[in-house]
């Protein structure tokens, strides 16, 4: 992967820590960049349950996550990792338990500052959603998966067609975020309004009683 030249001096995004700090937090496991089960799902940069990819890699620190950066979506580096995580949990691909990779081999397999990655545990640990665990590395702590993983592999499977008649139609990626984001927001809209005739209709029911 190409990184921007900015990315990599991002010291901006961690303060002044030390990449010796970066260690501390690290333990002595080996390197990790492991996938998870699927190895497909870039964009919560972790892999899902499908069994189409492989497991953690053999002498890595077992981590089902693996990072990736889009220096051109203009998200700071240190928030993508934040979101990759979240994504991952409300996927159910991280669960309480699993490690995160080591903060030198996000360095390593990213090419970014180990300030910034220390900043995305930070802010994760603050969040409720992580805890370090000295010499070992940092670890979830909660869950946000809503779904049962069977009910998520049905539904990924229909957004992949949907995404396939997307492209076959002739919408190259913005146009489709683009019309995923106006039927989301319609989507939310028409359930609000449903909700307020739904509680009105109560309110009358309840004034006649």
Do not use: C
Not at 117 to 135: D, F, I, Q, W
Request: proline residues 4%; glycine residues 16%.
């Amino acid at each position: 992967m190409t990184i921007d030249k900015s990315v990599r001096g991002e010291a901006d995004d961690g303060g002044d820590a030390s990449s010796a700090g970066a260690r501390g937090q690290d333990g002595d496991a080996s390197s990790a960049g492991a996938r998870g089960q699927d190895g497909d799902a870039s964009s919560a940069g972790a892999g899902g349950q499908d069994g189409g990819g492989p497991g953690p890699e053999p002498g890595g620190s077992g981590s089902r996550i693996e990072f990736r950066l889009d220096t051109a979506s203009g998200v700071p580096t240190y928030l993508q990792l934040v979101q990759q995580v979240e994504h991952a949990l409300r996927l159910g691909y991280l669960r309480p338990g699993d490690q995160l990779p080591k903060v030198r081999d996000v360095v390593a397999s990213l090419a970014i500052n180990p300030n910034t990655v220390l900043k995305a545990y930070r802010e994760l640990e603050t969040k409720g959603l992580t805890a370090g665990r000295p010499g070992q590395g940092t670890f979830i702590k909660a869950a946000l998966s809503q779904v049962a993983l069977p009910e998520l592999a049905g539904l990924r499977k229909a957004l992949l067609g949907w995404l396939d008649a997307a492209d076959t139609a002739g919408l190259d990626e913005d146009g489709i975020v683009a019309l995923f984001a106006s039927a989301l927001r319609d989507f939310y809209k028409r359930r609000a309004d449903r909700a307020d005739v739904g509680g009105a209709a109560s309110d009358e029911t309840e004034g006649v009683a």
